[in-house]
């Protein structure tokens, strides 16, 4: 049974949404969803196309408003704040579709993610923190950000992210675009980045099987709502997640199986 | 004598409208005269499809010539297991034009169930929807060696399968089409010679306790049934209605099809379950059966708008819905209604109730009708002040449907009425249990003697199991189920279905079941309704994520309790409930709680929560 959603404690709360609706003019994405992230965990938020993941971190990092519901990060409500003063609170949003700026050198978008901070010193060592995670962004550090490969800018985009110093990190789909093995190999360095650095993570992702691999909670989503959360290690056993995300499914008498179950989220 | 709907609309029609003793004979004599009339609409990808009556008349011919190439003989069982549309009514016809047995398989029905159904019936063909419902029956087909044929109704998405004992309703036509050149006179002598003693078709019972009975019922016995039902209020070709309920069920069976078949009142198709209020809308039918739970959904759907509506909207709906519920209680009474009162209405229904009326989709219904389940009297009132007559009905499988009916023009909810002329109704002085016979009366439990013995007593009364009152206008008034009378610890009886209706008059309780038999005190199981009661957290910023932390957040607990408690309000206080327990878990048809027709089964949610429910008396 479930009814984990009410015992999981509220520990070390770092992000906590409650009731939030956000809409694009008349479109409501989100329909009242309200998520707890603890400190120093990676939540995963997972869900098809237009379940409203995006909108979700967009609300969070300010970028959009909503229109009903309330963010509260560290205890404070950042509710419909500009995103410039939420960034300087420590919260970072890696975009989907990398978003680097494409005639800047590798270098300088990464300072532009240090854009809000002054202690040079701190700043110069996590450059070099960042090169160490990827290599590849110091020897292409003069190149042009738009002649890197995709991977290589996925790279970019949660270093320059990382730049800030962030306590939270949202990620929007890092293995969009991306090949298996690359996004394995960014996969690890999030998991090593949230193990070495203590850096909470958000991530929202279509590739299930990954996702519910690196993180330690998670929420579905679906059609702009919650129907399910629950630890990752529990979500991978239950029926619905491996027919409908991980696509393990029986292929019943006839060896093939076109019809699907009905969804029932427990 | 009421003013407040026209009675003129709703006439008994004597006479028989198309003779024929048995269903195909009554189908083919019905066809002859309504031939470019329409008999069914279904829509499909967004547009409704039209079958004239000649149109389904070809395809029963062709369905049925079809059955016979392969070889069904006369008195062979053939299932169907599919939701309810066009084919399945096409089918239907086709086995009973051939001579067979037609026996309703439920879609949300698992491999087992199937295999069960399909032994005890002793099925030869087996009709199934798509491929989803097929799996389940190539899944036990193996176990199943008396099974010649399954043929599926939707073949999408099985263009690389082939087996030689699986064949697509098309090929099945072109196999009738073939066999009526050779043999054009051959499923006529069928028709001929199918007699109305036959058995025509089973209805499984849902059993709540074992497994599900096949009740049987002659052609005679369906015909009867039928006739009789128009001489309570008669429908004719220019009424529409709705058919969305299962077909398996004795309901949708006997109000849809067959008295449509008998009427030529034109059927019309759901586009699948959930698009119900929006098909409604559409069609507007002229007289609508369903069940309570529909028209609980429709209540709260409206109850829910109302509030979220501006503050003159809900002051009009009020003081609209007021001036109906006075004028709707003195047409109960039976008294003149007053010519200020009537303009009073008049404007009730332009300023709101016509408007109400329209966003349910029964703005055009001459009438409504409830049955096969209790439903609250206060539901029923409700649609009375709309202005629109409702009448309840109660039977049973066995009775074949309805067994006593309100009449329009004396209505008494609460109440379901006085016996349909076609069959007595009585109470059994001993036991307080309503007894029923007459011609409509079922032949009793396939493969059942026992079971048949114990329902159907030598003089040929049916034993319903339903306990009740009549008063002096010879009114019927169900009490409760014989087994589901609650003696609490304290020696009090109790009958929990009456507490149950008015707890699911809420708009956020679906489905209640009232527990305290030997016990201290009564308790409740209640499953919420999630849309409402997830729009209510929503409203009042009551964070929740998924169904469980949704049952189990305190304000939604303060939510149900305060209906319980206004429930409670209208009970002496032994009778009141004392605790509950919201189901943790979303359910649908195929979880065994419920039953195919989403009621909550009583004996199995006692015996499955019967942790929680002791847990309530601690």
């Not at chain 1, 939030?20 to 707890?36: D, F, N, Q």
């Not at chain 1, 320059?160 to 929007?172: E, G, H, V």
């Not at chain 2, 303009?343 to 709101?352: D, H, I, Q, T, V």
């Amino acid at each position: 049974m479930s009814g984990t959603a009410a015992s999981r404690d509220d520990g070390d709360l770092i992000l906590a949404l409650a009731n939030v609706e956000s809409a694009y003019g008349p479109i409501k994405a989100i329909r009242g969803v309200s998520l707890k992230v603890r400190r120093g965990e990676i939540v995963t938020v997972l869900g098809s196309n237009g379940a409203g993941k995006s909108t979700i971190l967009k609300t969070i990092s300010g970028i959009l408003d909503p229109s009903r519901g309330s963010v509260t990060y560290k205890g404070e409500n950042i509710t419909g704040l500009d995103p410039s003063l939420i960034v300087r609170r420590g919260l970072s949003h890696v975009p989907e579709g990398r978003e680097v700026f494409p005639l800047l050198s590798v270098r300088d978008n990464l300072l532009m993610g240090a854009y809000t901070r002054n202690d040079r010193d701190g700043v110069a060592r996590d450059m070099e923190m960042a090169y160490a995670y990827f290599p590849i962004l110091r020897e292409r550090a003069t190149q042009e950000a738009g002649l890197l490969s995709g991977g290589q800018q996925q790279m970019l985009a949660i270093s320059r992210a990382l730049m800030a110093a962030p306590d939270l990190m949202l990620l929007d789909e890092p293995s969009l675009g991306l090949s298996p093995k690359l996004t394995r190999e960014i996969f690890e360095i999030v998991v090593r980045i949230n193990r070495e650095r203590g850096t909470t993570m958000l991530l929202v992702e279509q590739n299930a099987n990954m996702a519910l691999n690196v993180a330690d909670h998670g929420y579905v989503l679906e059609s702009g709502r919650i129907v399910l959360e629950d630890s990752c290690e529990r979500l991978r056993e239950k029926d619905d997640i491996k027919e409908f995300y991980l696509g393990v499914k029986d292929t019943g008498v006839r060896g093939e199986r076109r019809w699907k179950k009905k969804k029932n989220w427990r | 004598m009421s003013n407040l709907w026209n009675l003129e609309n709703l006439k008994p029609r004597m006479d028989v409208v198309v003779p024929g003793e048995t269903v195909p004979a009554m189908f083919c004599n019905a066809v002859a005269m309504r031939k470019e009339r329409i008999l069914m609409r279904q829509k499909q990808l967004g547009i409704w499809h039209e079958w004239t009556w000649a149109q389904a008349a070809e395809a029963v011919r062709e369905i049925g010539n079809g059955l016979l190439s392969l070889g069904l003989q006369a008195g062979d069982c053939a299932s169907i297991q599919a939701n309810t549309r066009v084919e399945w009514v096409l089918a239907d016809i086709a086995i009973l034009s051939a001579g067979g047995v037609c026996s309703g398989i439920y879609p949300t029905d698992a491999a087992a169930q199937v295999q069960y159904l399909c032994e005890d019936s002793r099925t030869r063909f087996l009709f199934v929807e798509d491929d989803e419902q097929l799996d389940k029956a190539l899944e036990v087909r193996s176990r199943l060696p008396l099974l010649k044929k399954v043929i599926v109704f939707d073949p999408e998405g099985l263009r690389d399968f082939s087996d030689a004992d699986v064949i697509d309703l098309a090929a099945l036509r072109e196999l009738g089409r073939i066999h009526a050149q050779a043999h054009p006179a051959a499923l006529d002598e069928r028709v001929a010679g199918c007699r109305a003693e036959d058995l025509a078709i089973l209805v499984y019972t849902s059993g709540t306790t074992g497994r599900p009975k096949g009740a049987m019922h002659s052609h005679g016995g369906l015909v009867y049934t039928v006739q009789g039902l128009n001489r309570l209020v008669s429908q004719d070709e220019s009424d529409e209605r709705m058919c969305f309920l299962p077909l398996c069920h004795i309901a949708e069976r006997m109000g849809g099809e067959y008295f449509a078949l008998y009427t030529g009142t034109v059927l019309n198709f759901v586009e699948n379950p959930e698009t119900v209020p929006e098909n409604v809308r559409e069609i507007a039918p002229t007289v609508f059966t369903a069940v309570p739970r529909v028209w609980e959904k429709f209540y709260s759907a409206v109850a829910i708008a109302i509030r979220e509506s501006g503050r003159i909207q809900q002051k009009t709906y009020a003081w609209s819905i007021g001036v109906g519920s006075r004028i709707a209680a003195l047409a109960l009474e039976r008294k003149p209604v007053g010519t200020w009162l009537k303009l009073k209405f008049m404007l009730a229904r332009w300023l709101a109730l016509d408007n109400v009326r329209k966003t349910i989709g029964i703005h055009r219904a001459r009438f409504l009708v409830t049955g096969a389940a209790p439903i609250s009297p206060e539901l029923v009132k409700w649609y009375l002040a709309l202005g629109v007559p409702m009448g309840e009905v109660w039977g049973l499988t066995e009775t074949c449907g309805a067994s006593t009916y309100t009449p329009p023009d004396r209505i008494k909810p609460g109440m379901i009425g006085p016996a349909c002329p076609y069959n007595e109704v009585k109470i059994d002085p001993a036991t307080g249990e309503i007894l029923v016979r007459g011609k409509n009366v079922f032949m009793g439990y396939l493969n059942l003697p026992e079971k048949t013995a114990e329902t159907i007593d030598a003089d040929g009364w049916v034993h319903t199991g339903d306990v009740g009152l009549v008063d002096a206008d010879g009114y019927f008034k169900i009490t409760d189920r014989m087994k589901d009378i609650i003696i609490t610890a304290g020696g009090k009886n109790i009958t929990p279905s009456e507490l149950e209706n008015d707890l699911k008059f809420s708009p956020y309780i679906t489905d209640a079941v009232v527990v305290g038999d030997k016990r201290p005190y009564l308790v409740v199981i209640i499953m919420i309704d999630q849309e409402n009661v997830e729009k209510f957290a929503q409203d009042n910023d009551i964070p929740f994520s998924n169904y469980a932390s949704l049952t189990l957040a305190k304000e939604v607990q303060d939510l149900v309790w305060n209906e319980i408690e206004r429930v409670n309000r209208n009970f002496a206080r032994v009778e009141q409930i004392k605790k509950f327990f919201l189901l943790q878990t979303q359910l649908s048809a195929e979880d065994e709680e419920l039953t195919p027709t989403m009621k909550l089964k009583r004996k199995l949610v006692e015996k499955k929560y019967a942790e929680a429910i002791d847990a309530m008396y601690r």
